[in-house]
């Protein structure tokens, strides 16, 4: 019941995560971290198999750092998209990965992107995607609401209509959400919104 | 569910005198899902020769990233562009490299050969060509396809009538599909230009 989404406002990206890491019936945390800070302006949004989606995404960290080391400058947002769909193409056939991602990225000439690379890696670039079963409520909710250079405020208005439509109706609805936004000031997280906490001393 | 019905696509390729059309639907989906409505299914590989390719979108994705790639290192030795029955040619061998393991894509490939002479055909996702001197079709909505073109098409008709033509057979086709449609993108190419234009159809 993983949900992943994002959108592009105007001037940024924000992409929205929940944050349960399940197995089987079991719930193990509330406060997993699904979205990656790729590079300063890069986050990477992912879904799917936990082994797949930490191993997969620190691979493609790994490779986006390596080629800034050694080419002195970073990846656009663009280059990094279509480099992580070459790396899914190309398992897909030997040794496929279950991750769906989505790369929300702002270079300085072109401005914010969203990119929505699914785990057979198709890709194409959005204005708003989404991922899992959430996905039927927030693409629907977004479909209604958003339109083109939305400011943070409507779009972190937005994000939060889409979380509300998620938990009143998903059945397996996950409690804890977090957002992350990239803009020309860079990644960062923005907000938790959560209606569980997780901590290590429960009431006994 | 089908492969080739996994993200949904309708293709047309149409001879006129000394011109040619081709055109497609702009719906990507994931099985009932829409992702977006403005996939671009038809690539230029030089001004006279358009590759569509149908069938799941990221085979499609990987199949023209190899041929432009062949294409161009043809260009750089051969110092000219590769006429039509060549790269069809040279597609069919890529497919059928891939016999026990395909891509799941169905190209058409359109183009001006010799005096302007117009080059159609289609192809399995083996491999297996299928020259036609009037139209081609494939797609989630090929029967459909077929009836409509075999109904509308005349031999010889110039750019704009061929352009309404086509219009008129891919958006009556794809209103019968539930996988593709939500608008169309036909290319005319006579020998002097390219004219791009997006149909605007039922969106739904």
């Given amino acids: 019941m993983e949900c992943v989404f994002g959108l592009v406002g105007e001037g940024f990206a924000v992409v929205a995560a929940d944050t349960s890491a399940v197995h089987s019936i079991l719930v193990h945390k509330s406060n997993e971290d699904k979205i990656m800070v790729l590079d300063s302006h890069k986050l990477i949004a992912a879904s799917g198999e936990p082994g797949d989606r930490v191993?997969?995404?620190?691979?493609?960290?790994?490779?986006?750092?390596?080629?800034?080391?050694?080419?002195?400058i970073p990846l656009t947002t663009a280059a990094a998209a279509n480099f992580t769909r070459g790396e899914l193409a190309t398992a897909l056939r030997k040794n496929p990965y279950s991750v769906n991602i989505l790369l929300a990225g702002y270079d300085k000439e072109t401005g914010p992107a969203l990119y929505y690379i699914d785990?057979?890696?198709?890709?194409?670039?959005?204005?708003?995607?989404?991922f899992g079963y959430g996905s039927y409520f927030s693409l629907s909710t977004m479909d209604r609401h958003y339109h083109s250079r939305m400011s943070v405020e409507e779009a972190i208005d937005l994000v939060d209509k889409c979380i509300v439509e998620i938990r009143s109706r998903l059945v397996v609805a996950p409690p804890n959400f977090v957002i992350k936004i990239v803009d020309k000031d860079g990644a960062r997280e923005y907000a938790w919104r959560e209606t569980v906490k997780d901590s290590i001393a429960s009431s006994a | 569910m089908s492969i080739f019905e996994y993200n949904g696509s309708a293709l047309i390729a149409m001879v006129g005198k000394n011109c040619f059309a081709i055109?497609?639907?702009?719906r990507l989906g994931v099985q009932l899902q829409t992702i977006a409505t403005d996939f671009q299914r038809i690539y230029k590989i030089h001004d006279r020769?358009?590759?569509?390719?149908?069938?799941?979108?990221?085979?499609?994705?990987?199949?023209?990233?190899?041929?432009v790639f062949r294409h161009k290192l043809y260009q750089l030795r051969e110092e000219r562009v590769m006429k039509p029955e060549t790269f069809a040619s040279m597609v069919s061998a890529l497919l059928y490299e891939k016999r026990f393991g395909p891509y799941f894509c169905q190209p058409v490939i359109a183009g001006l050969g010799d005096e302007d002479k117009p080059f159609i055909c289609t192809m399995d996702s083996i491999g297996a060509k299928e020259l036609a001197k009037d139209f081609v079709v494939t797609g989630t909505a090929s029967e459909s396809l077929y009836g409509a073109c075999e109904a509308m098409f005349k031999p010889d008709m110039e750019a704009e009538e061929l352009f309404e033509t086509i219009s008129q057979a891919l958006l009556s086709s794809v209103d019968r599909d539930c996988l593709s449609g939500w608008g169309g993108h036909v290319y005319v190419v006579t020998p002097t230009e390219v004219k791009e234009r997006i149909l605007k159809g039922r969106m739904d």
């Fill in chain 2, 23 to 26: 055109a497609s639907d702009r």
């Fill in chain 1, 119 to 130: 785990y057979i890696a198709t890709l194409h670039k959005v204005d708003k995607g989404a």
């Fill in chain 1, 55 to 72: 191993q997969f995404t620190e691979y493609i960290q790994k490779n986006v750092a390596l080629y800034q080391f050694r080419n002195g």
């Fill in chain 2, 49 to 67: 020769l358009f590759l569509g390719l149908s069938g799941l979108a990221t085979d499609a994705q990987t199949l023209y990233q190899r041929l």
